[in-house]
């Protein structure tokens, strides 16, 4: 009985390895940074968690930011539809 015990330990123990290498995977879709010259210049082009001023906002910075937030959001789309399988994972 200690014997199987043994092996079932060492099999759980193979299996659980296996699951954890197989779900650690690099695949991740590569978005391009924002151009920096533009994070100086829009205020809603900012880091992430950076504060908006939104005092220097005007209409030009506003359809410049929809802009790169519709193009970035297709070529997240384009990603995603290169995906084989579609599950959580494979499109966060």
Known sequence: MHLQHKLYL???IILACGMLVWGCTTE???????NTKAISQNPFLTELNEPIDYASVN???LTAYGETVLEQSQQQL?????VAELNFESIV
């Open 10 to 12: 060492k099999r759980l």
């Open 28 to 34: 991740q879709p590569e978005v391009e940074p924002p």
């Open 59 to 61: 209409a030009e910075h």
């Open 78 to 82: 384009a990603t995603i539809k290169t």
